[in-house]
């Protein structure tokens, strides 16, 4: 019977991998926010059309925004990238497979805001501006183009390293760098590093020509104090209260509830909420393979300016898990099933004690058996877990199938001794026999072995055999007399064997 999304049948002491066979593929982002005049343009060659909320944004699709104007477009693992007035990007790639991402926007024109969530190995996040390029880890700032075609970038927190003409500089949190052509990059300290006015500042101040690197920097530390001092304005008359956010959630969203200022706007993710000093909530969510750390920083708008409310967090995981089911013991196989492999790529293991008996890689849930060794043994299922008491289970599982199992005699069933009247009047031989066709010639599928010798049982021992499983038994012959021996073989799967062969001494 087909069980679940697979049915699988693993053989003994064999590792396998099965997967959904997804590889590295195009996936779309999705936007969440639209305000303005915003179009886009479709594989970068149909006509420009106005940008709707809820709609895909894929591979070398464009998007351009008019003045006052913006477009928050939701990555496949909870990213944001928000597109700037006056501004123009390509995404050029966009792949999301097992987890992992590899994004490149391409930013033609003005600046985009960026909230990039922590990047997985395999991953990776990018930008291009003009001939510049900047990778990111798992933070927030501003990449950009100025009116003149240099580039710019900034951080609010995190690393990016930002690199053209062959000349690479590595910011942090709370830095900007600007590009100008032939000359070295500038790299300055602000508070405001991440905020859209400041770096709209730092653009034009830095297609002055008339400007040196100090002048640079010396503006932008005035500006920069100029722009903490009405955010701190701002915060004393703004500010947001949110419930607990759970340390670790097992569904691809987070509910997040916040009670804010009336009048002020507040974003988490691309979700932006008018505030009416009531509690609001938000739903960030993201594509399911996308585990790990989620952040999320949070904005508000009041009195035309924006500023950071707040910083939430949380970690997207799910514990695999594999349990046993029916043990056929005839069949020699247990029925198993997953939960939480599905787009979470991981390992199952099978142990008979502490051996590894099977083993696959599983991105899918699925059900199957597993082949068993003989006997009964104690088998330990285990699932790649960030918790091992959740993915480990472990079980007393049996094998002891039905087999045409028959009683052979060594010498036939009747033999004579023959002995000089000198000798003796008795004799002691051996009575060997083997027991064929066990499983694996495996003992312990043999409950019990009697051997009685003239109706008294007699202790036997174990020797080796050509023909299956081999015992032993100590006679006594006593000349003219006809010795009777009866061997009963009772096997674990509850057939039971006899038979008889008879010793004469002359």
Not at 130 to 140: E, F, K, L, P, V
Not at 158 to 170: H, I, L, N, P
Not at 371 to 392: F, H, I, M, Q, R
Not at 468 to 493: P, Q, S
Request: with cysteine; glycine share 8%; net charge positive.
């Amino acid at each position: 019977m087909l069980l679940g999304k697979r049915f699988l049948t693993a053989a003994v002491v064999l590792a396998f991998s099965v997967s959904s066979a997804v590889a590295a593929a195009p996936k779309s982002g999705k936007v969440r926010l639209v305000i303005g005049d915003v179009t886009f343009q479709k594989g970068g060659k149909a006509k420009w059309q106005p940008l709707r909320v809820d709609a895909k944004v894929k591979e070398k699709d464009r998007i351009k925004t008019a003045f006052e104007s913006t477009a928050s477009i939701a990555f496949p693992d909870g990213s944001i990238v928000a597109v700037a007035e006056l501004s123009e990007v390509e995404f050029a790639q966009l792949l999301f497979a097992d987890g992992s991402q590899v994004s490149m926007v391409d930013v033609k024109q003005g600046q985009v805001r960026f909230d990039a969530q922590k990047q997985k190995e395999g991953s990776s996040f990018k930008f291009k501006t003009g001939t510049a390029t900047c990778s990111i880890r798992g933070t927030d700032g501003i990449v950009g183009v100025t009116k003149n075609g240099q580039s710019v970038g900034s951080l609010n927190s995190g690393a990016m390293d930002m690199e053209q003409d062959g000349q690479k500089v590595s910011i942090g949190a709370n830095q900007f760098v600007a590009f100008r052509k032939g000359k070295a990059p500038v790299v300055g300290e602000a508070k405001n590093a991440g905020d859209p006015e400041f770096m709209k500042m730092v653009a034009e101040v830095v297609d002055d020509t008339t400007k040196s690197d100090a002048d640079i920097v010396a503006t932008a530390k005035a500006f920069d104090e100029k722009i903490e001092k009405e955010k701190a304005e701002l915060r004393a008359k703004y500010s947001c209260k949110f419930d607990n956010v759970p340390a670790t959630v097992d569904v691809n969203t987070v509910k997040i509830g916040a009670t804010c200022t009336a009048g002020m706007d507040v974003s988490i993710g691309a979700e932006t909420i008018k505030s009416t000093g009531e509690k609001m909530t938000f739903s960030p969510s993201w594509e399911k393979g996308a585990f790990g750390d989620k952040k999320f920083v949070v904005m508000c708008s009041a009195e035309k300016k924006m500023f950071e409310c707040g910083r939430l967090a949380t970690v997207y995981k799910v514990d695999r898990e594999a349990s046993f089911g029916n043990n056929d013991e005839g069949s020699c196989t247990v029925a198993f099933i997953t939960k939480g492999f599905d787009e979470n790529k991981g390992s199952l293991k099978l142990y008979v004690g502490d051996s590894l008996l099977q083993q696959m890689t599983l991105n899918v849930d699925t059900s199957g058996v597993f082949k068993l060794v003989s006997g009964t043994n104690v088998y330990k299922l285990v699932s790649e877990s960030a918790d091992p008491k959740v993915g480990t289970v472990t079980r007393k599982l049996k094998c002891y199938p039905s087999t045409e199992v028959a009683i052979e005699f060594k010498g036939g069933k009747s033999e004579i001794i023959r002995k000089k009247l000198s000798q003796g009047a008795a004799a002691y031989p051996d009575v060997e026999f083997s027991v064929r066709n066990v499983l694996d010639n495996d003992p312990k599928q043999i409950k019990s072995v009697l051997v009685k010798i003239n109706g008294k049982s007699v202790p036997t021992k174990i020797v080796p055999s050509d023909v299956g499983l081999g015992y032993r038994a100590k006679l006594r012959l006593d000349r003219g007399k006809v010795t009777k021996v009866f061997v009963e073989v009772t096997m674990h799967n509850g057939k039971v064997v006899s038979a008889e062969k008879t010793f004469e001494l002359r």
